[in-house]
C-alpha cells in the first residue's frame, strides 16, 4: 500500500491478556519505529528496527513488551500481560534512513485494557 | 527538564486568518533538527515542516512556515489562510543529531496544541 498500514486499529483486552500488535511499513522502507501515545500526551519512542535488527529498544516499559521485524518488512509489538497503564495509541513509523526528514506514521492501534 | 515545550493546550482561529503554533525546545546539542506534525481525529500523525539547526533561513512548505529563532530556541509553527481542515493536534518534535547513546534518529515530542478552526 501507499501508507503505513497498522492492524487492529482498535483492542480491547483484559487485564491479564496477552495482545499483537502489527505494522506493515511502505515497501522498501529500511527503518521502522514503535511509538506509544498516552491519552493527551505526545507520542514517546518505544523501539527502533532497522531491516530485521532492532538497535533500540530503549523505550519499551517492561519486559512485558516485545517487538520482532523478522524479515524486515512487517513488524509485531507484542505485550504479555496487559496491564491498565498500558491503554494507549501505539504507533507505528517508517522511513527509508533514520535521519529522513520525515518519518510516515501509520493510524496507530488504539490499545484498551479493562 | 522538558525537552519540547508547547504552552498552548488549545487556539482557536477564524477561518482565512493566520495563527502560530509556539513551540520552545532545550537541548545542548549544536545540530539536530525540528518537525512540526498534524493529528486529525483518524488518528495518523502526518509530516508537516522540518527545520534544520543549521539552517540560514526559515522552512516553508505551502500554508506552513517555521519562525525559526534559534538564540531564544523556539521554533514556531505558521498556518496562514486557515481553513476547517486545519483543525487538529499539532504537535513540536525534535531529533537530536547526537542523542544519548547516538540514538540520532528519536524524536522526541510536544504534548501539543489542539487547534479549533471557526467558520
Known amino acids: 500500500g501507499a501508507g503505513v498500514s497498522q492492524s487492529p486499529r482498535y483492542k480491547v483486552a483484559k487485564r491479564g491478556q496477552d495482545v499483537a500488535l502489527r505494522c506493515d511499513p511502505i515497501?522498501?522502507?529500511?527503518?521502522l519505529f514503535w511509538y506509544q501515545q498516552a491519552l493527551g500526551q505526545g507520542p514517546e519512542f518505544l523501539t527502533y528496527f532497522q531491516n530485521e535488527a532492532q538497535l533500540d529498544k530503549s523505550g519499551l516499559p517492561s519486559d512485558r513488551f516485545f517487538a520482532e521485524r523478522p524479515e524486515g518488512s512487517v513488524s509485531t509489538l507484542k505485550i504479555q500481560r496487559t496491564q491498565q497503564e498500558d491503554s494507549a495509541v501505539y504507533l507505528c513509523a517508517s522511513s527509508f534512513g533514520a535521519q529522513s526528514y520525515g518519518y510516515t506514521f501509520g493510524s496507530g492501534t488504539r490499545l484498551t485494557v479493562v | 527538564a522538558q525537552k519540547i515545550t508547547q504552552t498552548q493546550p488549545g487556539m482557536f482561529v477564524q477561518e482565512k486568518e493566520a495563527v502560530t503554533l509556539d513551540c520552545t525546545y532545550d537541548?545542548?546539542?549544536?545540530?539536530?533538527?525540528l518537525f512540526w506534525y498534524k493529528q486529525p481525529s483518524s488518528g495518523e500523525m502526518i509530516f508537516l515542516i522540518y527545520?534544520?539547526?543549521?539552517?540560514?533561513q526559515n522552512a516553508t512548505e505551502g500554508r506552513y512556515s517555521l519562525n525559526f529563532q534559534k538564540a531564544r530556541k523556539s521554533a514556531n509553527l505558521v498556518i496562514s489562510a486557515s481553513q476547517l481542515g486545519d483543525s487538529a493536534m499539532y504537535f513540536c518534535a525534535m531529533r537530536e543529531a547526537s542523542g544519548r547513546g547516538g540514538s540520532n534518529y528519536k524524536l522526541t515530542f510536544g504534548k501539543g496544541t489542539l487547534l479549533t478552526v471557526n467558520p
Open positions: 515497501s522498501g522502507h529500511v527503518s
Open positions: 537541548t545542548s546539542d549544536p545540530s539536530y533538527g
Open positions: 527545520q534544520g539547526s543549521y539552517d540560514q
